[in-house]
């Protein structure tokens, strides 16, 4: 029998407003789609950064066959670049076939070089689409089965996933002694946790802003994670651990798509660090995922031997790669560059803004923080 033709009719779109729905439903279904793509992401940027965010979509007949949602970081000086996705760590494209692949890849080269945007880069957790493998033609990339992007994996980081049982008591039973006690002991001694929506964030977002700032980093825009929890509705849960006299001490939101949840922020104070709260906190999010249906627990990016490794590797959670691709788009064509560009800040400048961060009063950090923050697509 013949077979169809992949790309017969094909025809690459820029999602509206009104294409949510089906772009979400796509999403869903799709084996590789996480919470970060579906459309909320773009509207919550749009409503929290104001970037433009091209989402393209291939469509055969009624029938949408990939995405490719991308989100273009313009700072005040020079043309920015094409990110797919920022300030999480997966993004890149869904499709049905390698050649549909090609086709989204293909019409984001030509918005960048239409917009002048002079690079395009593209996260993933899995697949290939190498940079260094061409096709007869020069920037043609070439796609594995899978159709994620993927030009090299990152030295050293990972993304931890846990495959979560039927139940949390079933979860609970399987952890260490010393990681059930720490578990345990919270409650033990008065503190709670919350699970809701939006109207935990003026709870939550004192907490980030001053963990984020004993990092030295600068920190997300109170805005930007109310748009998240507005735009995703029942598709995202923010958590905060209490101590006994209602002071939040820890929190974090989570993000849901079919039977994967995903964290992209919790932090906790330093002061309450005895106490537990984060172990606490992870453990809230743990027992909703696991009582809930979902089978993956997706914590997110570490470094390999690190703290955070470590912390989530005690959950049970396994490390996988983590991937990134970037091209140079010029009027001359598409080249690869080097995916680690752009990732990482030579060691004294990076040391020099941690202490300067650390350093101011935390309104000023959180002022100054929540207006470069979003230039920083990691």
């Not at 439903?25 to 970037?51: E, I, P």
Request: aromatic share 12%; hydrophobic share 40%.
């Amino acid at each position: 029998m013949k077979q169809a033709d992949p790309v017969k009719n094909l025809r690459i779109r820029q999602a509206e407003t009104e294409d949510n729905t089906f772009w979400d439903d796509y999403v869903r279904c799709h084996q590789n789609g996480l919470a970060y793509h579906f459309f909320a992401w773009k509207l919550a940027v749009q409503d929290a950064y104001g970037f433009d965010c091209p989402y393209l979509y291939a469509q055969q007949g009624e029938k949408i066959c990939g995405v490719l949602p991308l989100v273009h970081i313009r700072p005040p000086l020079g043309k920015g670049e094409l990110v797919s996705l920022p300030y999480c760590d997966v993004g890149g494209m869904l499709s049905d076939n390698a050649e549909t692949a090609r086709a989204l890849f293909d019409q984001a080269c030509a918005y960048a070089r239409a917009k002048k945007i002079p690079s395009l880069e593209i996260r993933s957790a899995g697949g290939i689409l190498s940079p260094e493998t061409f096709s007869g033609n020069p920037g043609m990339p070439v796609f594995d089965s899978r159709f994620s992007a993927a030009g090299s994996a990152l030295d050293g980081k990972v993304r931890m996933v846990l495959e979560l049982p039927g139940s949390a008591d079933v979860l609970l039973g399987s952890l260490k002694s010393k990681v059930r006690s720490q578990v345990r002991k919270p409650a033990k001694d008065g503190l709670f946790a919350r699970l809701g929506g939006k109207e935990l964030i003026d709870d939550f977002y004192p907490v980030f802003a001053r963990n984020m700032t004993d990092l030295g980093s600068p920190v997300h825009s109170k805005k930007w994670l109310a748009a998240v929890l507005q735009r995703y509705g029942n598709r995202a849960r923010c958590g905060v651990v209490y101590m006994p006299d209602k002071t939040p001490a820890a929190g974090g939101i989570i993000v849901l798509c079919g039977s994967v949840v995903s964290i992209p922020w919790a932090s906790s104070l330093r002061r309450f660090n005895r106490y537990n709260p984060n172990m606490f906190l992870y453990w809230s999010f743990l027992q909703y995922a696991a009582d809930n249906g979902f089978t993956l627990f997706d914590f997110g990016r570490s470094t390999v031997g690190e703290g955070t490794y470590h912390f989530k590797a005690q959950w049970g959670a396994r490390p996988g790669p983590l991937y990134r691709a970037k091209w140079e788009i010029s009027e001359k064509g598409v080249s690869p560059a080097d995916p680690e560009t752009g990732l990482t800040v030579p060691g004294r400048k990076r040391d020099l803004a941690e202490r300067v961060i650390r350093s101011i009063p935390l309104p000023a950090a959180v002022f100054m923080g929540s207006r470069i923050r979003k230039y920083i697509s990691l």
